[in-house]
């Protein structure tokens, strides 16, 4: 069975500061990998797709990449904003379930100015 | 407007009470998706559906059902409600167009907010 862990499960930085969020999985058997972000109380919005055969995607200020082969995701924020303060999900989509994703439990990023 | 729309966004109801979550899509999507969020131990899936024919059980079904209605509509019902199915609920859609597992996105609805006391 799947499973997808986040480390840390919280994290607070100044302003100004890089920063890396982590996630992991059991199973290297994917389709692709995902980020989300979620606001509080807010639903989920998508920040990169890793496709297998990818080792990273960039969006601004994102970078993700992915070592299939070890199980994990990174996700770097380059010169972080009190904006950038959400909860972070990474979700693997695999041949389980219908490839409906697997999600981590997030990392929650508070960014103080 | 948004792709994914769900109604009602919250709803306090009480134990015993039969409730329906709705979901709207206007992305085209075959595929759509029911998912449950509890602090702690974020997203788990509820139903999937890959068209309107095709209705699977996901990791947590028990106390659940589901009707896809047509391809842009797909429904969560809870038969009779229960303290534990307190929750935010999400519905998202995945794969118009594209038979490239490896490119499918997920796009997910503002959720629903439900409180059974």
């Known amino acids: 069975k799947q499973e997808v862990t986040q480390i840390p499960a919280a994290l607070s930085v100044p302003e100004g500061e890089n920063l890396v969020l982590n996630c992991s999985f059991t199973d290297s058997a994917i389709y692709n990998l995902q980020w989300f972000r979620q606001d509080p109380g807010k639903g989920l919005t998508s920040l990169l797709l890793?496709?297998?055969?990818?080792r990273e995607q960039t969006s601004g200020r994102l970078n993700a990449s992915l070592d299939k082969s070890s199980g994990r995701s990174t996700l770097y924020i380059a010169a972080s904003q009190p904006g950038d303060s959400a909860t972070y999900l990474c979700a693997v989509k695999g041949n389980q379930a219908g490839t409906a994703l697997i999600f981590g439990k997030g990392t929650t990023l508070s960014v103080s100015s | 407007d948004a792709d994914v729309t769900q109604t009602p966004r919250n709803r306090i109801t009480k134990t015993g009470k039969r409730i329906m979550l709705e979901c709207s899509q206007t992305k085209g999507h075959d595929r759509m998706y029911w998912y449950r969020q509890d602090p702690g131990l974020g997203l788990r899936l509820i139903y999937y559906?890959?068209?309107?024919?095709?209705?699977n059980k996901g990791e947590i079904s028990d106390g659940y059902s589901v009707s896809r209605q047509a391809q842009a509509k797909f429904s969560l019902s809870l038969e009779s409600a229960i303290p534990n199915q307190t929750a935010l609920y999400f519905c998202?859609?995945?794969?118009?167009?594209?038979?490239?597992?490896?490119?499918?996105?997920?796009?997910f609805g503002p959720g629903t907010r439900l409180t059974v006391l």
């Open positions: 998202a859609t995945s794969g118009a167009g594209s038979r490239d597992l490896s490119l499918d996105t997920q796009y």
């Open positions: 890793i496709q297998s055969s990818q």
């Open positions: 559906s890959f068209d309107v024919k095709d209705i």
